[in-house]
């Protein structure tokens, strides 16, 4: 008969580990838990998109020009539903919102708290059953007088109080930090309820995976070039050639790197000469989490976290995962485009 292991739910783990938080008077306990309400239902849809009218296009784009899924807007409607009804946040930066949500409801009007979410990620894999994620990144407010300023909103990436990540993979796991250490939760679906299952994660300090679209290539600056070849080349004492791994979706290409070692990498390209991937919402709470789990992450020569954020929506490059791979990528661009600077 194996020992039963020691069960320790999402709430449990909150609570125990509260008061190692400054400001501990609950209300971020309480605005993780509103989360992770949302998360349960919108991983419940997920499970049944085949079955139920939720798949497929809305007909519809977002601010970005990305046509937007049933379940886009779904994932959306109930992250901010949730926050709304938990009354610990006061406005929610999302990337399906052109302009943030403020939230004045009677019980929010005291809320202390920022919530910048990305609900669905990847979801242009939801109608082939690959997988998708939730990100989403948590601050403080820095006055409390009135409605948040736009100033108070844009916060650079070191404010974050907590960051983290719903993965709708083989398992729908949790995964956060705040500033203390990274911890992933699954969800037992026999019990409703995310319990702990990745005690304070590390990323292994070098991998063999790199994670890049290569049919951007071309496009590609020339040290990103260099790198890919780089990482198929043969070199037994290094573990080269690399293996390839994409899905398509951030969060499940990071969750995975983040547990067996491996880069992830949205370049600039000359279409997009600022990347893809938005500070704010994506790259900003998955610098957090890399970085606490012992990772780096930089646009290819500065700190993500330290990037200024002047726009809800703006994007940068991103060059995140094991420290070493990524200092590695830093050579390459100091090396062949060193014209890449902060202004990027
Ligand atoms: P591409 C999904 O749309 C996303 O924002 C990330 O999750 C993912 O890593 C990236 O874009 C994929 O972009 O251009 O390779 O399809």
């Given amino acids: 008969m194996c020992a039963m292991k020691e069960i320790k739910t999402l709430g449990q783990f909150i609570?125990?580990?509260?008061?190692?938080?400054p400001f501990a008077k609950g209300e971020l306990s309480r605005l993780?838990?509103?989360?992770?309400?949302?998360?349960?239902?919108?991983n419940r849809e997920i499970n049944?998109?085949?079955?139920?009218?939720?798949?497929?296009?809305l007909g519809t784009v977002n601010c970005h020009g990305e046509c937007q899924k049933k379940l886009d807007i779904y994932a959306n409607e109930q992250f901010i539903a949730a926050l709304k009804s938990g009354g610990?946040?006061?406005?929610?930066?999302?990337?399906e919102n052109d302009e943030h949500v403020t939230i004045d409801s009677e019980i929010s009007k005291h809320a202390k708290?920022?919530?910048?979410?990305?609900?669905?990620?990847?979801?242009?894999?939801?109608?082939?059953?690959?997988?998708?994620?939730?990100?989403?990144?948590?601050?403080?407010?820095?006055?409390?007088?009135?409605?948040?300023?736009?100033?108070?909103?844009?916060?650079?990436?070191?404010q974050q109080v907590a960051a983290g990540y719903i993965i709708y993979g083989s398992s729908t796991m949790l995964v956060y930090t705040t500033g203390k250490g990274v911890n992933g939760f699954t969800l037992d679906p026999s019990l409703g309820e995310f319990c702990l299952s990745h005690p304070d994660m590390k990323i292994p300090e070098s991998g063999r995976i790199y994670s890049i679209n290569e049919g951007n290539y071309i496009h590609f600056p020339l040290g990103v070039k260099k790198y890919i070849k780089y990482c198929h080349e043969e070199d037994i004492?290094?573990?080269?050639?690399?293996?390839?791994?994409?899905?398509?979706?951030?969060?499940?290409?990071?969750h995975r790197n983040l547990i067996k070692g491996g880069i992830f990498i949205y370049?600039?390209?000359?279409?997009?000469?600022?990347?893809?991937?938005?500070?704010?919402y994506e790259c900003n709470p998955m610098a957090f989490i890399m970085e606490q789990a012992g990772g780096k992450a930089t646009d290819g020569v500065n700190r993500i976290l330290e990037l200024e954020v002047y726009h809800l929506h703006q994007t940068t490059p991103i060059f995140i995962g094991s420290r070493a791979m990524v200092e590695k990528t830093e050579e390459f661009m100091r090396l062949y485009d060193s014209s890449q600077t902060r202004t990027q």
């Fill in 237 to 254: 004492p290094t573990q080269r050639p690399y293996t390839s791994r994409y899905t398509g979706c951030m969060v499940a290409d990071l």
């Fill in 113 to 158: 708290y920022i919530v910048a979410i990305d609900p669905l990620d990847g979801s242009s894999n939801i109608d082939v059953n690959v997988g998708i994620g939730t990100i989403f990144s948590i601050y403080r407010r820095t006055t409390f007088t009135g409605t948040a300023s736009t100033e108070e909103i844009l916060q650079m990436g070191t």
């Fill in 88 to 95: 610990e946040c006061c406005i929610v930066v999302s990337e």
């Fill in 267 to 280: 370049p600039s390209t000359s279409a997009a000469p600022r990347g893809k991937l938005r500070l704010f």
């Fill in 15 to 21: 609570i125990q580990n509260q008061a190692a938080f």
């Fill in 48 to 57: 049944k998109a085949g079955l139920a009218e939720i798949l497929g296009e």
């Fill in 32 to 42: 993780l838990r509103d989360l992770a309400i949302a998360a349960k239902i919108v």
